[in-house]
């Protein structure tokens, strides 16, 4: 996949007072891909589309457009459009000239916009919505119409700030699935910005994972679930056992006081490392038979899977599992090569992949947290 | 129509009366006075008598309108560059427009006459340049310099609350789909500010109408407003209440009418496409 880059952004810098939001942020963006920004808030992820879009502009660096240089284009002359994250509709127009906006102000001709409004209208699944006023419209309807107003210009890039983030579950599900839908039928570039790790992967050709103004990882869902570049990642995306080991050599690495073979190399022998493993990669054996053994110290019923916490040695593991276990149960672990994930040591080791603290309700909380506006 | 509770109709009855004793009843003292003669017999001879006051009521018009056209041009760019200000600047200035409402109305038009004046502030200036004296206070231009000064805050304070409500993800919004500055306020910041500006008409249109006091200080009496014709009629002797009060009741059709074309034209706007 040898594709073009549409946008280049070069070594991007972004302070607001003293707080550094954007540190030296390099990113390419091919044509036609639908990309994801991730990250918790505060994580620059906004601050990246509204440099694109043009509303700001960066300390130093440079954006790159086909090629062409577009630091100081004004907004309204680049071919980006974008879908807010409260959808920003106009009160003052019906659905029809809200969609009808752009094409007015490019001076087209009346019918010619009437053609255009209704086919985006029939893309968004708004026939017939054309008179309706604005706040007579359900959260979901107006992101519809917030999507047939800037795709209407034909912009070569769409730019979608968290743009599901006021639906609710279902409607996000749908919603997730009609742009990818639209994505594919018009054919051009998606970048969405959004904190949710799951959105990311279901709806991305690639992720890009920020933390601190800084990108930790660019890659396909596959990749950024799967060879996690540092314990952020790793923690971010999805749940994840991670812990101190050491490469002893290629292909072994020693962790929770046992050696295991693993897939990867290239490590200097006796690299401390971060070891990530997947709680639904661990087999839950009998004591004898595991590589690692433990006390189960909590057991959550989630309907597909049980999810258990294990106590091996003081660290807490999380393991899901469908076989059935009791708090107090002594039991082994059995980990295969390929469940185990070795990345070198960064800043964020030690700072995540333990659960020793973990329960539901804490998690619930750090999530709704983290749905808190952005910059 | 919900019904009200006794206790809220027990809590409303002190404004009621008020509202009664202070605003129905001189109303219909002004309406008796209107279709009664000195004798307070019922007669229509007052009705007949405002004839002569064609020339007040169509300068009162005419010097309102202007007025109000000129405020709605300096305060409306004014509002619009305020919300451009940081907002500790927007408090600062909407502070110094509304210092002089603060002060005395006859003492601010008073001030003008010093500076009007063919001995005043401005004269003395022209003449020292060598342009030599002109002729500005005792002047119809006067007049609407002293509407416009007295009633320019009414028209400043609709205005700048309608922009500044106006979220500025709608701009961008605006900005996004390719409009410039000049067509962000075009599209979208002018047709949302509009009932600030439908207010403002109102309340400077109002005052200035019939004002009485503006124009015989700054205008020299010389051509007579409304209000003036009114003041002059109720100080001149009880026998002139009467066509005084048709004068009154005339003006407050007049209001009245502007008023609600002016909301009728706000209420369309909603629906009409820019």
């Known amino acids: ?375 | 129509m919900n019904k009200k509770s006794f206790g809220s109709r027990i809590v409303a009855a002190p404004y009621i009366v008020w509202a009664a004793i202070f605003i129905i009843v001189p109303l219909v003292i002004v309406a008796y006075f209107a279709f009664t003669d000195a004798n307070g017999a019922f007669a229509l001879s007052n009705f007949a008598q405002i004839g002569k006051y064609k020339k007040a009521f169509g300068l009162s018009i005419l010097y309102a309108v202007i007025a109000t056209i000129i405020t709605l041009f300096i305060a409306y760019p004014m509002a619009y560059f305020m919300t451009k200000l940081k907002i500790s600047n927007q408090r600062m200035i909407m502070m110094l427009i509304m210092l002089p409402m603060w002060m005395n109305f006859l003492i601010r038009t008073y001030s003008w006459i010093t500076i009007l004046a063919n001995t005043g502030l401005i004269n003395k200036f022209l003449t020292w340049i060598g342009i030599g004296q002109v002729q500005l206070i005792n002047t119809p231009g006067a007049v609407i310099l002293g509407m416009v000064y007295d009633f320019i805050p009414y028209m400043i304070l609709p205005i700048y609350t309608a922009m500044s409500k106006i979220d500025n993800s709608l701009l961008e919004a605006a900005s996004d789909l390719g409009s410039n500055s000049w067509s962000r306020i075009r599209r979208v910041i002018m047709p949302l500010s509009l009932p600030g500006v439908i207010s403002g008409i109102t309340m400077v249109f109002v005052p200035s109408v019939s004002t009485f006091y503006i124009s015989q200080k700054l205008g020299g009496n010389k051509d007579m407003l409304i209000g003036d014709a009114i003041e002059y009629l109720f100080n001149t002797g009880s026998q002139y209440y009467n066509v005084a009060s048709t004068l009154s009741l005339i003006l407050m059709v007049l209001i009245l009418v502007c008023t609600l074309i002016m909301n009728r034209f706000s209420d369309d706007e909603e629906a009409v496409v820019l």
């Open chain 1, 1 to 375: 996949m040898t594709k073009q880059n549409i946008i280049e952004l070069k070594d991007i810098f972004v302070s607001f007072g003293d707080e550094k939001v954007l540190d030296g942020l390099n990113l390419d963006i091919r044509d036609k891909e639908f990309i994801t920004l991730l990250g918790p808030s505060g994580c620059g992820k906004t601050t990246t589309l509204r440099i694109i879009a043009g509303f700001l502009d960066a300390d130093s660096g440079e954006v790159v457009f086909e090629s062409k240089n577009i630091n100081g284009v004004p907004s309204y002359k680049r071919q980006v459009n974008t879908i807010f994250q409260r959808y920003a509709l106009f009160p003052h127009l019906n659905v029809y000239e809200n969609v009808a906006f752009g094409l007015r102000v490019k001076k087209l001709k009346e019918n010619e916009i009437k053609e255009i409004v209704t086919e985006m209208l029939h893309l968004v699944n708004l026939d017939g919505f054309e008179k309706r006023n604005i706040s007579t419209l359900s959260g979901g309807q107006q992101q519809r119409v917030a999507i047939a107003r800037a795709i209407a210009n034909k912009p070569k890039v769409l730019l979608l700030d968290e743009p599901l983030a006021a639906l609710d579950l279902k409607l996000r599900k749908d919603m997730q699935k009609e742009l990818r839908r639209i994505q594919r039928q018009l054919g051009i570039t998606f970048v969405f910005v959004t904190h949710d790790q799951e959105e990311a992967l279901t709806m991305s050709d690639r992720v890009v994972v920020m933390n601190k103004g800084k990108i930790q990882q660019i890659g396909t869902p596959q990749d950024i679930y799967n060879e996690p570049e540092n314990a952020f990642v790793a923690d971010f995306i999805g749940e994840s056992n991670i812990l101190d080991g050491i490469m002893r050599d290629d292909f072994v690495a020693e962790f929770s006081g046992h050696v295991f073979d693993c897939l990867d190399k290239g490590f200097d022998k006796n690299e401390n490392v971060d070891v990530v493993v997947r709680p639904e990669d661990v087999d839950i054996v009998a004591p004898e038979k595991g590589m690692l053994k433990g006390v189960v110290t909590s057991v959550d019923f989630l309907g597909v899977h049980y999810e258990i916490i294990v106590d091996i040695g003081g660290f807490k593991w999380m393991i899901q599992t469908t076989d059935e276990c009791f708090v107090g149960d002594n039991v082994g672990l059995f980990i295969e090569p390929d469940a185990i994930h070795i990345m070198k040591k960064s800043e964020y080791s030690g700072l995540y992949g333990d659960y020793s603290t973990y329960s539901e309700e804490m998690e619930h909380l750090s999530d709704v947290e983290s749905e808190d506006d952005d910059e």
